[in-house]
């Protein structure tokens, strides 16, 4: 952030964005950030690795925001992307933000949702779901992978 001379653009917050304020545990893997999760770490991948847990300040996305315009909102949340956006649905009303995820069932069931209510979900709030690494190629019902979603008032913006 610094060196790409943003410092006065971004905040950075040692906290964890969810469907609720409070403490989350949240499980990591040392040198590993990239698998970190709330309770507990499913990727099959770490099965032999290391586990630690540290407790983590959580806030919902408004929380964080308020009342400033969000146009982006980019999230690796290992399967929290659900429950995050859901509870930021007022926020995705207000300001239509693109949204770029993952979308993995395997990991969206961790947390009571799969890729199908995900996308359900974006497309009810007036969002175009399209796969993030072929634009122009539909999404199945069952879809894994990257997804982007515009908002209809931002279609071609």
């Known amino acids: 952030i610094e060196q790409n001379g943003l410092s006065s653009r971004i905040k950075t917050l040692n906290a964890c964005i969810g469907p609720s304020k ?3 545990s949240l499980s990591y893997i040392p ?3 990239e698998y970190s999760s ?7 991948s770490t099965a032999n690795e ?3 847990t540290i407790d983590v300040d959580s806030f919902r996305l408004e929380d964080i925001v308020g009342d400033e315009k969000i146009a982006l ?19 995705l009303l207000r300001d239509h933000p693109k949204i770029f995820c993952e979308c993995d ?3 969206l069931k961790k947390f009571g949702s ?13 969002f175009e779901v399209k796969n993030a690494r ?14 982007i979603a515009v908002h209809g008032t931002n279609r071609g913006k």
């Open 105 to 107: 069932t395997s990991v």
């Open 38 to 44: 709330i309770d507990g770490i499913i990727h099959a």
């Open 114 to 126: 799969n890729s199908s209510s995900l996308i359900a979900f974006l497309e009810k709030q007036g």
């Open 134 to 147: 072929s634009y122009t190629s539909q999404l199945s019902k069952q879809f894994d992978g990257d997804i």
């Open 73 to 91: 909102i980019f999230m690796d949340v290992e399967g929290a992307e659900y429950l995050i956006l859901e509870s930021a649905k007022e926020l």
């Open 22 to 24: 409070g403490t989350v």
């Open 31 to 33: 040198g590993k950030s």
């Open 50 to 52: 290391i586990k630690k």
